[in-house]
Each structure stands twice: as C-alpha cells, then as structure tokens.
C-alpha cells in the first residue's frame, strides 16, 4: 500500500464519512419528525392550513436540492445573525426541508389509505381528533410509511454529497480535496500524482456499500406490507 | 429594523436576462437531450429486463443498482475529473447531458420493467393466439400499453433529471444555477439570483407536473380511467 | 531586618506596577480604554474592538488553496503570508498567536462572510475595488498585487492581447472575472468558484491560460515546469484586509497594527518565511517596509478592472 493511502484514507473515513453520516442522520430525524406532523395535518378539511401546506410540499419537492441549500446557507443569514448557519447546518436544513416535503406527502396518502371505519370506531369509542389519530390512525399509517422512509434514508445519504458546494465537509469534498492535495507538486504539499480514479471511485464504492442493502430492504419491504 | 440587503428585482433582471436566459437554454437543452436518452435506454434494457434477455438483463441489472445506489455528484466528479487520469477528457459540455442521461436511463429502467411486468399476460397471451411474434408483441401490445403504465413514474424520473441539471455548477457549465451564482458573485444581489431561480424553476417543474398529469388522463389506459 | 523587607515589598509593587502598564500599553487593550489613567505614557494604539475582546480570539477568513498567501500545510495547519498577519494580529491582542481561528473563504465566500458576520476581517488575496468598498471596507493596503496570465510552455499567449479566441479560467467574483467579461468578448471564460479548481481547469487543459495574482501564479510557474507566466501585468491593485461595512473600531485599529507591522518591517520577514529565497528580492518591492508606502489608485480615475485595454 503506498504511503498516501494512508493519511488519504483516515481523513476521508473520520472527517469525510463522519460528516455525510452526521448530516444525514440529522436530516433524516428531521424529516421524519416535521414531515409525518405535516403530512397528518393536511388531511384536516380546513383550506387555509391545507393550502399552506401544500404550497411548502411542491416548493420544496420542486426546488432543485442544490438551491435550497444555497438559499440557506446565503440568504438566511441576512434576516438576522442568529440565522448564521455553519456549512454543514445549513446542508442539514435544506436536506429536512426537501425530506420532510417528501415524507409529508407520503404520509398524506398514508393517512388517507386508512379506511373511513377506524375513524368512525374510534371517534364512537371516545377518541377526540388527536386522541384518533395518536393511538389508532398513525400507528397503522406509520407501518405503511416505512418502505417511504428507507427510501428517504438512501436519498438523503445519496443527497448529502451536495453539502460540498457550500463547503461542508463530507465524504466527497474530502475525496476532492484529496485528490487535489495529492496532485499538488512536493512544493505545495502534495505528491505530483493523480489518484481521482481511485479516490472518487472510494467514494461510489462506499455509497453503494450503504445504499444498495437500504434499496433491497425497501424492496423487500414493500413487498410484505403490500398485503 | 433596518435590513442587511436592498432588493432591487427590476433592475436585476434588466441588467442580466440575456446571461440568464443563456443559461436557461443550456438547462433545457441538456436536460431534453438527456430525457430521450433516459427514454430509449430505459425502454430497452427496462424490455431486456421484463423479457429477461440473457446477459443483457444481467448487465442492464449492475448498471441499474450502480447508477441508482451512488450519488449523481459522484458520478458527475468521475466522469469530469476521474476520467482524465485514463485519458478520457470530457468537455464540461459532454459530462452535463451524459451524466444526467445515465442517472435517469438507470432510474427508468427500473420505470419500464415495472411497466413492461404489469402488462396483464392476458394482452400478451392474446397477441400470440393472433399469429405476432415475440418483437411484434412487445412493438404493439407490450410497449404501448407498458409505456403508458409507466408514465407516471418515468415522468418524474424526467422532472429529476431536469432538477438535476442544477448539479453541474461543481463542473462550471454555464446552466442556469451556474449562471445565476455567478453573477451573484460578482453583485452579491443575492435575493434576486435567488428569486429569479425559485421562480423558474419552480414554474418549469410545477407546469410540467401539470402538464404530465393531464398527458396522463389522456393516455391512461380505458381501465384505468 | 524589618526595613529591608519593606523595601523589599514596595520594589516588588513598583516593578508588578510597571510590567502591567507595560502589557496594558503593548496589546492596546482595557475595559475602558478612552477614560485616561493616571500615569503619562506614549500615545495609546486603538483599543481592540469589543466583540472580539469578548471572544478571546479572532476569526479571520483567509484562503485555504493560494499559496503563498493562504494554503494548508502538510501538518493540516493554516499557513501563509495573510496567515503570519494574522497571527501578528493575534500576538497584539491577546499575547498569544494562536488565539485566532481561520474560516476558509474563496474568493466569492469573502464579501458573504464580512456581510454576515461570519468572520471579524477577510485576510485572502482581498483586491481593493471602489466596487467593493461600497459594500464594504479596506484596511489600507498592504500588498501591491498584479494580474499575470500562467500559459503553458507552448502556448501563443503573449499578453492579454492575445486572447481572442483562446479560453481563460479565473475564479468566480474576481477582479478578472469582471475584467473578461467586460472587455473580451471575443474570448471564452471559465469561471470556477475557487482557485484549486481553477489550476485544475488549466492543469487539465480545458483552459488555455488561467489569469491570476501574480505572487501566486509565480510560485506555481516555479513548481511546475511545463508552465510560464506571459511577461505583461495588468490590473495593478493592491490587496487590503476586507473589514465589514462601518466597523470603524475593527478598521482603526489594523489599520494601526498595520502600520506599526511596517515600521518594523515584520512584512519583509513574512515574506521570507513563505516564498523561496530567489523570489525575495524581487517581491519585496511589492511589501509595506519603512521606506516603502503605497496606497490606493486616487479616487478620480476610473477602477482599473472597468477600464478595457
């Protein structure tokens, strides 16, 4: 193994891989926490709030995730201080907001595929709104969101590469910046030699390493959920 | 509360359209290119698949669960900057439709297959007692019916590849995102760059949406309607 | 016995009186630093401004891949000649010259990074631009810097004469970004939103030339010898330290520090610490020393970077 493995390889795994998982995980609990509240809010028969978040659903499935996180990062900060977010926050806010536009809409239709029936035995039972909906319209809606939700997961990892054009680092900006420090001649601290090939080729193998197991078990969910 | 920015979206835009519009043209240029693409590939390794072709099918498989399992970034980085090192060097121009093709052909291969399995074996078996042979049925029955079973899903495999062409500013090819980020650093007239890119892309993908979802009562099939 | 020890006690106060208006006159630092003490001493430097006092440290932004100005080193460490100034900066306030954090900012995150607080002061490469003085402030200059184009060995680039036709990549934001782009239209320009990949547009030949500051291009000319620089120069600016919009606090007192960094020609020994030795000569011309002074093009002629040739 030559030399610049090494270093190379530590600093992708601990800074690079940390960061990808740090941000996805973020951005996953985020997701799924104000998505499945959206999602379940929406199905109420009051136009305004139904309007408002159908308007936050398509804006944030329709913007390009790469704006978004540019949106963050740039113009936020310009309201007010405290809206100063590091690289990596933002990325992980524009991550949840796009996520939890997804999840929202899945669990609209999750919610709405439960038969009108349990709504009526649990209302005679005593159930308020919310009361139905913690204890008898969730739960089951939930069951059929999580193939949804391990498709999220894989699309948030697999998304969590656009942190690199705010500067965040995560797996593949530290690959780049690898490979350009290799590049480097001895003067500027590299070796004079181009690893792209194999550095950027880590990189997929080890995206494919997390994603493809997540992509089976969706299928393979899917498939015993759709009774 | 005095504002940290001034807003000045006329002038914005007065001064820069042509540069935007420019921009604009390459993502749809791209973007169109890249959705035939993804069309023609995924009709026919989603067929290869569905009719399990040997080795086509297999290898259509690894090129699916690869192109669908890694990160479009990723494989916009390999195809500009890994490839030279074995001396394939991409013009920024070639990788931006090339790269967004692939992604959406891998994703619609998935889109078909599905298409192309769902054709109730009834039609099939139906084209057969009819004397056509294996192509014939799949031109005539298994393709159209197929495709129109697959509308929804490929329709948004090319709403994402059109989303996605937004990723080709690490590359520096002057799309609209790219474009509208460089002037931004050159004016810092950050809410208008920002306006002007919510906007159009938001009107692109919501009237394509629109337009796809009434395409698609038109060419559902009579059952499903 | 007893007369001994108190004169013992009284030199011991006298000496403690003396280190302490000695540290309290060297870092310019105090909790209220306009309201006079007792004892007469030289004119006192700015004090320090609050929000960094508070912090304890700076945060300056500076560049990250443009040696000799802002680079990483092999041990992972921020290093450089904009780096060293900061790190004078830090021994000025605080004593220490590590109490100063650095934020990378290329060159079209500087101007985002002063506006919105991010950092106290951007020291990378900044080029002074009326354009950008209306959105924020210079420190006075410390740097003449001027633009060269690096061209392979081969190439038939001459000067910026010669760019019909050809392409050139700069960095996004730059002064030559906005000098392309209004001057050759005939010329197609890549713009990539830092330098390391605007070495690799050229590296990779998908650029004919890459136009930049000199000092940095010079360094990579010397490392790589498939390389040159043309001999014209062009866009003569000079860098300053970019200061958010009305922190006159912050700007008095670089700019102070500044000057006292020159009176004890601290440049020229910056500048020896980071550029090989056969380059020193000839970029010593472009330091603050004592005998050296330079400032800013005068206000009535037009900004360099809108003048076309």
Known sequence: MPDWVEPVARYMFEVGLRGTLKIAAIAVVGSTLVGVVLGTLITIRFWPSRWLIRLYIEVWRGLPIIVTIFAVFFLLPTLGSQLDFDPFTSAAIGLTLWGSAQVAEATRGAVASIPHEQHEAASALGFGWVGRHTYVILPQALRRLIPPLVGLLIGVIQNSTLALVIGARELLSTAQQSVDRLTAPPAFGGIGEIHAIELYGAVAVVFFLICFPLSRLARFLEQRLVV | MTLAFTYDLGSYVAENWEFLLKGLERTLLVSAIAIVGAFVIGAVLGAARAHHIPVLSQLAGVYVEIFRNTPILVQIFFLYYALPQVGIKLDAATVAWLSVMVWGGAYNTENFRAGFEAVAARFREAASALGFGKLATFLNVTLPIGGRIALPSSINTYIAVLKNTALLYPIAYEELTTSALQINALTLETWETFTVLGVVYLTLVWSLSAAIRLVEGRLALPETR | ?309
């Open chain 3, 1 to 309: 016995m007893r007369r001994l020890l108190a004169v013992a006690v009284i030199a011991t106060f006298a000496l403690a009186a003396l280190a302490g208006l000695g540290m309290a006159a060297t870092s310019g630092a105090g909790p209220d630093a306009s309201a006079p003490t007792a004892t007469p001493k030289k004119p006192k430097l700015p004090p320090l401004p609050r929000e960094v006092r508070q912090r304890k440290r700076w945060i300056f932004g500076v560049k990250c891949d443009a040696p000799p100005f802002g680079y990483i080193n092999v041990r992972g460490e921020n290093a450089g000649f904009d780096v060293e100034i900061a790190h004078w900066f830090a021994r000025f306030a605080f004593g220490k010259p590590n109490r100063v954090s650095f934020v990378c900012t290329p060159t079209p995150a500087r101007e985002p990074a002063l506006t919105t607080g991010r950092v106290d002061a951007v020291i990378a490469t900044f080029t002074y631009t009326r354009d950008r003085d209306t959105r924020i402030d210079f420190s006075r200059a410390y740097y003449q810097a001027t633009g060269r184009l690096l061209v392979p060995n081969d190439s038939t680039i001459r000067s910026a004469g010669d760019l019909s036709g050809k392409t050139v990549v700069t960095t996004s934001g730059s002064i030559y970004d906005r000098w392309v782009r209004k001057c050759f239209t005939n010329t197609k320009l890549v713009v990539t939103d830092n330098f390391t990949n605007a070495l690799l547009t050229f590296n990779q030949k998908r650029a004919d030339t890459l136009m930049w500051d000199d000092t940095v291009l010079v360094g990579i000319a010397a490392a790589d010898r498939n390389t040159k620089l043309t001999n014209d120069t062009f866009l003569a600016l000079p860098y300053g330290i970019g200061i958010k919009q009305g922190n006159v606090a912050m700007k008095r007192w670089i700019d102070s520090r500044l000057e006292v960094m020159r009176k004890r020609d601290l440049f020229y020994t910056i500048l020896r610490n980071n550029i090989p030795t056969r380059f020193v000569a000839g970029f010593s011309r472009n330091i603050l020393r004592p005998k050296v002074t330079f400032g800013y093009p005068p206000a009535d002629r037009p900004s360099p970077e809108t003048v076309c040739p």
